[in-house]
């Protein structure tokens, strides 16, 4: 149970106090009611003795009796009904609520921390009403009264003869028998005289003289003079006064004000006219029998028939609340003695204790003394007798039975002199005087006399008495005998159908338990009274039922290991019983302190109830608040409902909250619950929708809300827009520099203000779920925000605040009509907002209706309410919110201090800057290709339109996709512009030949910069030829652009990024950019492959040495699935600075090569040097483009987009070789940058073949031509080079060393096979010599020597003629000859020099002999090292020695 204010020591003997009658007449009633209180009510809060009080018990011992109380009130002759108490015990519950701003005790339980209200003062105040109302029973005396008080005022006319008249009354109610109310304890009843007089308006002497007129006639200790009124009514505001009524009157005010207010049956007399309350006691003086007041004829407890019945209904909450509130008013409006100083409260107290001390307590001491004397005198008689019957009839011992066993004889009447009565009576006495231990021993005695004679009402009585008694004793000599009290509850309850009697069992047991620490058994005690059969006497006991469980919970919560869900429940189970009781108050606490225990622990049907009747309980208590709250979070929670009650609890929720709206139509927006908004997955887009592809027309893909995030991708648009930003400010990024974001997320980075730009929508898409069972519809859906205007200059309008939503010519809001979220569905909404002014924009949240479908019927009773919407969904109710967009920035990770605290970054993807225009570009393809050849050459145009009011300039494009596309030449005018006429038209720039000499290279030269690249820089910047370089508003223009699909098969995604500034500088926005991504899937056609050898001729038809051989092999790898028949080589084409093709070598009748599926095809051509420029020196950029064609038509490869290509593959090819050279040690690029480079350049060609083809495809029953190009970029002699990148076979897989390797210095001496490259040799000499050995026998044959310095170095030289073959392969196919003459020469040449030396070899038979014996060294000039040539390597000079 929760905590008393009082002990049980102290309420028990404050609930059984002895109680006295008053008898006023009429003038003394008026008296008192001058300070608007009856006489009863006048001593009430003097009423308990302020000192210890000393009587003598039987037995002459003196006993002590403490903080005596005796209780004072008006007679009344008729017994109260049980409705009317029950409608009291009703008021009194309602009016005790919990105080505002209680401290609660916190209870710690386990995993619980529960604010629990220690103290019930609603259940106390229920106790002692209940205690006090009780109506006396003849089974027992304990509300019998013991004495009455006769009052008179000293300013009547006959004050002695007014005392007789009073007197005779009190004797006529007691023993006339038309009275059977009220019960009086002894037929002698004390009667105490006084003699009230008004201090202001009387005569004291008078009164004085009356005084000892009483004293002479009833003696000193049975009359009083009390004076009282000292101040006159007037001054009552002059002095404030305390005013100790009111804690004794508030409860029974309450039931005064709903008795007496109730209308036309309200009976006020004139005299009384003034006072607005009456109290319990105080009746108004109407009817006059004898001169004397009717004022006990009706109880003050009795409902007025006109009044209402008192069953609670809903209804009556509302009206016991409007009464508290009346009682309130007008309890402020009356002061209680007004006219009484303090003094009088001194007289008021010294009056009750003479009463006590001269007249109460010797009555009862002598009455005690009598009752003894009686019970002694028939002692013998009577014991003798009972027990002769007893073992006459039933042997020595009385078998116990059980209650069930005994008869039903609580109809069983003593007659008043019957002396188990008498026994029964001095016990009462005793336990009012605070005598326990001899009132248990008759307590005792009476219930063995009771049980015999089976009277079970009276054996109850005694029974829950001496367990009282028991309990109370000094010293605790026996302990609690509970069982006592459990019989009388199953007495009272089963056998005698008396609740009320139960229930005071229940409440004493269960305090006396709760005192000792039992609250497991007071629990018990508690529920056992609570069953919902059991009715009292025809009212509900659902109060008492609500409070007593409400108890019980406390005991449970208050055990040494508190019982928490054993609390709950019973809290739950009060709540309901509370509501039953019409209590709506006490209910709604009960369910929100049992909510802590089921909140959050996975109950979640317990759950939904609960909070279900909470927000029915304040919605009927109008705490619209916590009814919405309570509605709420049945909606939020992951419910496990069926759709049904989902359905039930969404409309109810509608419901209270349409009604909280119209409380306040004109108020803030409320937050709705519903649906859930994923706020960090908020994106925000800027910018507008991408148009769709119109016929042959494709938009540029740019960026859209439909586009998932890749972070890959990402950061791959972020390094080219940062290449093409360096590019376009020469070099350098800007430190403002901002990568552009069109599309803000989760992933991006949102640290920054993002900007946008006005006149171009805002798109912010919100991620709703919707969690319910049931269908949402969102309707007038659009985006919250407030704005701020800003004018040019960047400064706040200060006319202009900021604006919220409705300010359409500041901000455009998109309004979504229509929004329907199916049961647990998650679905975006795309908002859009047209800022039309600069300045700050901040997006808050979303607002809308929220509601649901009216489905075909209604659940809980709850009907379709009239919805003002009309839409294709029939909408049952709706009520407008907003729902707030709170994003949480990233977690900061980067100082410590940030790391060892979590804390959160900014995220302002919802504020963005609106700043001024800025151009808009849009790109279209036309004709753009889904599928190419490897290689394949396809021409498309490229339309650029600006959609904005700004004219734009500044146009370029980049990707990481060069050698993709080309725009063409910076140079020529290369083809028409309309798509139309280039359709069956080659994509190349074409010249008929007439082939002037078969398979003779043709030749042309051009600079890589006149084609828009540099061949040493990674990713170019492409500028966009536009006229004048400015595209104006509205302005569109067609470009041609070129695309070679990419060598690798497969699908190809390549990013093309579009530049374009304003031709007016904006401060914050410098420029903008337009993505696309192109989606290119290559197929199979041509692999290429080339080597090139040196030529053993050394020299040429102009008398230049240095001829190569460029060996090309073609081969056809597509496979027959696209259509390919077969492929045509038309041209093969070098570029070189150095080199060039001069003519075929294997030129066949059938000039054009064809290559059908899988055939290969092999070309051989010869290579020269390039004339030098007569001019000069030649320039580093200039290439020679030599041209070899198979067929009558000559594409020109220095020309656009031949040549791009050929730039742009070369750029890329210098791109992978840089990236080579930078994975290798910085010390052996330094160290390889010396002479050895030197070496190295000798065997370099840096020859690019280009060989151009058509291939024949059928599709559709049509032939198509397609034209192409593939590049092999021959780089070394004797090093074959591939037209694409060969498949690496994987490396095997190596053991894992876990030592450090020792530090390899890498070599930088050049390779033998680089060295042995300086110089070229060759041996000129007759194929067959004829000579007359029979004339002469030495033959002397002379041979020419040539050596060719192929370095760019002076390289020394030794021929040594002195080497003899070894071999003995060699000695057995040729023959032995000598060289005649020196034997060794030295000599130096320079730079690309030649030198023949003239050799004479001497033979001296005929035979095969191979010349090439010289062993040729060299080293370099500068350098000590010597090798030798690789020519004796080559192939034999052979000579045939003929005789001749």
């Known amino acids: 149970m929760a905590q008393c204010v009082q002990s049980v020591q102290e309420l028990i003997p404050d609930s059984f106090v002895p109680c006295v009658a008053a008898l006023c007449s009429d003038e003394a009633e008026r008296l008192t009611r001058l300070n608007h209180l009856s006489f009863s009510e006048l001593l009430k809060p003097f009423s308990r003795l302020t000192s210890e009080v000393h009587m003598r018990d039987p037995n002459n011992q003196l006993h002590i009796i403490k903080n005596l109380k005796i209780a004072v009130s008006n007679i009344v002759t008729q017994p109260p009904q049980p409705g009317a108490i029950g409608k009291l015990l009703n008021d009194v519950v309602s009016g005790s609520q919990p105080a505002e701003g209680l401290v609660a005790n916190v209870i710690t339980a386990g995993d619980y921390d529960l604010n629990i209200s220690a103290t019930t003062p609603w259940f106390e105040s229920y106790r002692e009403t209940f205690l006090q109302s009780m109506p006396a029973s003849d089974h027992e005396f304990l509300n019998h009264y013991l004495a009455c008080m006769l009052v008179a005022s000293s300013g009547e006319a006959e004050p002695m003869e007014q005392f007789s008249k009073l007197s005779q009354e009190q004797h006529r109610i007691q023993h006339n028998n038309d009275y059977s109310y009220p019960k009086w304890f002894i037929p002698n009843t004390l009667k105490y005289y006084v003699l009230l007089h008004d201090v202001t308006s009387g005569d004291e002497q008078r009164a004085e003289s009356i005084y000892e007129e009483m004293k002479q006639k009833y003696g000193t200790q049975g009359c009083y003079l009390l004076k009282i009124n000292s101040r006159a009514p007037n001054r009552a505001s002059d002095e404030q006064i305390p005013d100790p009524w009111s804690q004794y009157l508030q409860k029974n005010s309450i039931q005064n004000q709903e008795s007496y207010e109730d209308g036309p049956c309200t009976m006020t007399s004139s005299k009384n006219s003034d006072s607005n309350l009456l109290s319990l006691d105080g009746l108004d003086n109407e009817v006059k029998v004898d001169g004397l007041p009717n004022n006990f004829r009706i109880h003050p407890l009795q409902i007025d028939q006109c009044g209402d019945p008192p069953n609670n209904t809903d209804g009556s909450e509302s009206k016991s609340a409007s009464s508290v509130h009346e009682t309130k008013k007008a309890s402020t409006a009356v002061i209680r003695g007004a006219c009484l100083t303090l003094t009088d ?53 009385v078998p116990e039975k059980s209650i069930n066993e005994l008869k039903n004889t609580s109809g069983l009447l003593y007659p008043p002199e019957a002396p188990e009565l008498q026994i029964r009576k001095m016990a009462d006495l005793c336990f009012l005087v605070q005598h326990y231990d001899l009132a248990y021993s008759c307590y005792h005695t009476a219930k063995k006399d009771f049980l015999n004679d089976q009277a079970m009402l009276y054996a109850a009585g005694a029974l829950e008495m001496a367990a009282v008694s028991a309990f109370l004793q000094p010293g605790a000599p026996r302990p609690y005998p509970a069982h006592y009290m459990d019989t009388a509850i199953q007495t009272y309850r089963d056998i005698c159908k008396n609740m009320v009697l139960a229930e005071r069992c229940v409440l004493l047991s269960a305090e006396i338990l709760k005192s000792q620490s039992k609250y497991s058994e007071a629990a018990a005690l508690l529920i056992r009274l609570t069953s919902e059969q059991n009715t009292w006497k025809g009212l509900d006991s659902d109060l008492r039922s609500a409070l007593l469980l409400e108890q019980a919970a406390h005991c449970f919560i208050n055990m040494k290991s508190p019982m928490v869900r054993k609390y709950a429940f019973h809290m739950i189970l009060a709540g309901h019983r509370f509501s039953k009781a019409g209590q709506k108050k006490h209910a709604l606490r009960c369910y929100c302190q049992a909510m802590q225990v089921y909140k959050g622990k996975g109950w979640s049907l317990a759950e939904d109830h609960i909070n279900f009747t909470i927000g029915r309980q304040s919605y009927t208590l109008r705490q619209l608040d916590n009814a919405v709250s309570a509605f709420r979070h049945i909606l939020i929670n992951e419910s496990k409902q069926s759709a049904a009650q989902q359905g039930a609890f969404l409309r109810e929720y509608l419901y209270v909250y349409k009604n909280v709206n119209q409380l306040s139509p004109d108020g803030p927006l409320p937050q709705l619950p519903l649906p859930y908004i994923n706020s960090s997955a908020t994106r925000v887009f800027f910018g507008h929708d991408r148009r769709p592809a119109d016929g042959e027309k494709q938009a540029a893909t740019h960026i859209s809300l439909d586009q998932e995030y890749d972070s890959e991708s990402s950061q791959q648009w972020r390094e080219l827009e940062e290449h093409v930003v360096a590019v376009a400010n020469k070099g350098v990024i800007p430190s403002s520099f901002y990568p552009t974001q069109y599309c803000l997320n989760s992933y991006s980075d949102n640290s920054r203000f993002p900007l946008a730009v006005v006149e171009e929508p805002i798109t912010v898409e919100v991620a709703f779920r919707n969690p319910l069972k049931v269908p949402l519809l969102l309707s007038d859906l659009s985006l919250l925000w407030k704005f701020q205007p800003k004018d040019a200059s960047g400064k706040d309008i200060e006319k202009v605040k900021e604006r919220v939503t409705g300010e359409p010519e ?72 907003r729902q707030d967009l709170e994003i949480q920035g990233p977690r900061l990770n980067n100082t410590k201090e940030e790391k060892t605290s979590v804390k959160y970054g900014p995220d302002r993807r919802l504020d963005p800057i609106v700043t001024e225009e800025m151009p808009l570009l849009e790109v279209f393809f036309i004709h753009f290709p889904t599928g190419l050849l490897c290689g394949e050459i396809r021409k498309a145009y490229v339309e650029f339109v600006n959609v904005s009011k700004c004219p734009l300039t500044g146009l370029k494009v980049v990707s990481k996709r060069p050698e993709f596309f080309t725009f063409g030449g910076n140079t020529a005018a290369l083809t028409p512009l309309s798509p139309s006429t280039s359709e069956n038209c080659s994509a190349y720039k074409t010249v008929v030949t007439a082939s002037p000499s078969l398979g003779t290279a043709l030749v042309s030269t051009a600079s890589s910069m006149d084609f828009g690249t540099g061949t040493g820089q990674q990713l170019e910047a492409i500028p966009v030829p536009l006229p004048d370089s400015v595209l104006l508003p509205g302005a569109s223009i067609q470009l041609p652009m070129w695309l070679r699909g990419p060598d690798e098969e497969g699908v190809h995604e390549i990013n093309f990024l579009f530049y374009y500034e304003s031709v007016k500088k904006q401060p914050k926005k410098r420029h903008r950019i337009l993505r696309h991504t192109a989606v290119i899937c290559t197929s199979r056609s041509l692999n290429v492959r080339a080597t090139v050898c040196r030529s053993n001729s050394l020299e040429d038809e102009e008398g230049r040495g240095g001829n190569m051989l460029v060996f090309v092999d073609v081969e056809n790898t597509n496979t027959s699935e696209a259509g390919v028949k077969e492929f045509h080589m038309v041209q093969v084409s070098s570029s070189s600075k150095h080199w060039q093709l001069h003519k075929s070598v294997n030129i066949s009748e059938n000039k054009d090569a064809k290559l059908a599926s899988r055939e290969k095809g092999k070309f051989c051509f010869k290579a020269v040097r390039c004339k030098q420029k007569e001019g000069g020196i030649q320039s580093s950029e200039k290439y020679t483009f030599a041209d070899i064609i198979f067929g009558n038509e000559q594409i020109i490869s220095s020309a656009s987009p031949c040549a791009d290509f050929f730039y742009r593959s070369l750029s890329s090819e210098l791109k992978k070789t840089q990236d080579q050279l930078s994975a290798y040690p910085e010390k052996h690029r330094e160290a390889t940058e010396g002479a050895v480079r030197l070496v190295e350049k000798c065997s370099e060609v840096d020859l690019s073949i280009v060989i151009l083809w058509k291939a024949y495809v059928v599709e559709d029953n049509k032939q198509l031509i397609l034209e192409g190009q593939h590049h092999v970029v021959v780089r070394t002699v004797g090093k074959e080079a591939f037209s694409h990148s060969q498949k690496e076979e994987p490396p095997e897989m190596e053991l894992l060393k876990f030592f450090r390797p020792e530090n390899t210095t890498v070599s930088t001496r050049p390779s033998v096979e680089q060295l042995s490259n300086l110089i070229k040799t060759s041996l000129h000499y007759p194929e067959s010599f004829h000579h007359p050995f029979h004339q002469k026998s030495l033959c002397l044959v002379p041979v020419t020597l040539l050596l060719s310095n192929c370095s760019k170095a002076d390289v020394d030289v030794i021929v040594d003629l002195r080497h003899k073959t070894t071999s003995p392969e060699a000695l057995e196919t040729h023959g032995s000859f000598t060289w005649l003459g020196q034997t060794q020469y030295k000599l130096q040449l320079k730079s690309q020099e030649m030198h023949s030396l003239q050799l004479k070899a001497c033979f001296v038979h005929t035979g095969v002999y191979n010349l090439g014996t010289p062993r040729v060294f060299a080293k370099l000039s500068d350098h000590v090292t010597v090798f030798e040539t690789s020519q004796q390597n080559s192939m034999p000079a052979l000579i045939i020695i003929n005789n001749a």
């Open 345 to 397: 409260h001194d007289r008021i107290r010294q009056f009750i204790q003479e009463f006590t001390f001269r007249g109460l307590l010797p009555h009862i001491e002598k009455t005690i003394r009598q009752l003894n004397d009686q019970l002694i005198s028939r002692k013998g008689l009577s014991r003798s007798l009972f027990s002769a019957t007893k073992k006459w009839f039933s042997g020595s011992k």
């Open 810 to 881: 500041m901000i455009g809001t998109e309004v979504i009509s229509e929004f329907l979220i199916n049961s647990e569905e998650s679905k975006v909404a795309r908002l859009k907002l047209f800022p039309h002014h600069i300045g700050e924009l901040h997006i808050l949240g979303v607002v809308y209706n929220l509601g649901t479908i009216q489905g075909s019927g209604t659940v809980d009773g709850i009907g379709a309410l009239p919805g003002c919407h009309t839409g294709k969904h029939s909408l049952s109710m709706s009520v407008r919110g």
